[in-house]
């Protein structure tokens, strides 16, 4: 019933303005009042919803939305404008990820540095096999974005990896990873991995920079 409802207002489908009542929700769901209240309450604690006494709840703008919380990212994938998000979350990751290499380059340790390699050469060979598509490369591919936000030492950045994770997956169940990944995308994690583990800061930003717009370019959408 979350799931659900949290889909239909994501996507617009119930739009910001709307008033809801327990009772219609109670009725559209037929589930008992408190399962209902226990659904408010988590669309209320992502700022979805608002509880107005004698009014019912009323469906905020989405700007007033919890939007990097995984749970509401995972409910617009789900919804008709997925590929508007994907690129949303591809433009947010251009605005940090850069400067989350330049922060590893300067701050990660020895393991860290070695552990991005080993993680970009993965990506490569599974690229290079055609199984850019596959559950495996996905897995890398989370790995490796979250190594550079966990080891920028900024704990801002780190705190958006589940929603880097929720884009890439997303973006997997799509079928908009391509088994034959865009080889400038692919070459530049590479060269990024090994400009972090020289500790090239302007290198390292500049490489990441240029798989982020490869990607870019990929899910852009008219």
Partial sequence: MLDDLGVRIASGEVAAGSVLTLAQLEEHYEVSRTVIREAVRVLEAKQMLVSRRRVGVTVQQ??????LDAQLIRWRLDGPQADQQIVALTELRLAIEPTAARLMARHADPLERAQLLQLAEQLQRLG??????????LDADIEFHNLILTASRNPLFSSIKETVA???TGRHSHG???????EDA????????RMIADGDEDAA???TRRYVEAVLSEVAVD
């Fill in 128 to 137: 290079d096999a055609g199984q850019g598509d596959s559950d495996e490369y």
């Fill in 62 to 67: 989405p700007e007033l939305w919890s939007n």
């Fill in 176 to 182: 908009q990873t391509p088994a034959n990944p865009f």
């Fill in 205 to 207: 930003e500049a490489a």
């Fill in 186 to 193: 692919l070459a530049n994690h590479v060269a990024a991995a």
């Fill in 166 to 168: 929720e884009m890439l």
